[in-house]
């Protein structure tokens, strides 16, 4: 037997075995809780074994053709963008305080060279485009306001807008 198909054939027993492991979750006395493949040795820990199933993911994956990668190269194919607000979620209560809270925004595939995200408030821009996922807000007046994020191009133009986000701040009245 040739060296490769000896190597080929040792990690398929290798990840054979992986697949099949044994998985124990623990809670120790203090409520810590680990994921191992050994069970604990502290008889006073709380011991559970997770059954995992016996079917390893086998999907093919997908390839691009050389003729479909040059012209995504070459911008003749238009690339979905998908631009969302993740944190704070819709409908979401920011409590008593000052009215300062992050906004955290996904965008994928990551942003090209020139292109930056802006994000807007009660649809007025909070600040220039940048590309750096994450704002902080300060002293947002009480009320309901509405969040959305746009991806833009380098020629200012909108390549993607999130759906709308609304969050509610929650302020002490100044007497």
Do not use: C
């Amino acid at each position: 037997m040739n060296k490769s198909i000896r190597f080929i054939a040792a990690t398929a027993l290798v990840l054979a075995g992986l697949a099949n492991a044994q998985i124990y979750k623990s809670v120790d006395a203090n409520g810590v809780v680990t994921f191992s493949d050994t069970p604990p040795k502290d008889p006073k820990t709380k011991v559970e074994h997770i059954k995992t199933p016996a079917r390893v993911n086998g999907m093919q994956a997908t390839s691009i053709t050389r003729a479909e990668k040059e012209a995504r190269e070459n911008g003749e194919v238009q690339i979905d963008r998908l631009i969302s607000i993740v944190s704070p979620m819709d409908n979401a209560t920011i409590p008593m305080g000052a009215g300062i809270f992050d906004v955290v925004v996904d965008a994928a595939p990551k942003l090209d060279d020139g292109e930056s995200v802006e994000l807007y408030l009660d649809n007025e821009k909070v600040s220039e485009g940048q590309t750096e996922l994450t704002w902080t807000l300060r002293y947002v007046i009480r009320g309901a306001h509405q969040l959305q994020a746009k991806w833009v191009a380098e020629d200012g133009s909108v390549l993607a807008t999130s759906q709308p986000t609304t969050v509610f701040v929650l302020r002490p009245s100044i007497l």
